[in-house]
Nanobody, 120 residues
């Protein structure tokens, strides 16, 4: 499955933004979908994750500010980012787990990343 992320940009502290990531390709099912982020000079970290059933998990640093959601009809995952801080700056990557066929293994796919800069 191919993932195409969009929606990044330059935002002032306290601002909001919504990231989108659309999955395409001929697969049997898409399970979890998630957003990771990588700040300059730091390792990539999980920001938010949503299961195929809609259960969500968030990094402590984004709880209460970020909301992950998905539209299964569109194979798209969203990340609503509110109350943004300069430390939220980084490249945001979407990822998803999918099965090519009904009984195949679960594979991971990664999008190309979208840059978010939070600065005044």
């Amino acid at each position: 499955v191919q993932l195409q992320a969009s929606g990044g940009g330059l935002v002032q502290p306290g601002g909001s933004l919504r990231l989108s990531c659309a999955a395409s390709g001929n697969v049997f099912s898409i399970g979890y979908m998630a957003w990771y982020r990588q700040a300059p000079g730091k390792e990539r970290e999980l920001a938010a994750r949503i299961s195929g059933g809609g259960s969500t998990d968030y990094a402590d640093s984004v709880k209460g500010r970020f909301t992950i959601s998905r539209d299964n009809a569109k194979n798209t995952v969203y990340l609503q980012l509110n109350s943004l801080k300069p430390e939220d700056t980084g490249v945001y990557y979407c990822t998803a787990g999918y099965r090519k066929y009904k009984y195949s293994d679960l594979f991971d796919s990664w999008g190309q990343g979208t840059q978010l800069t939070v600065s005044s």
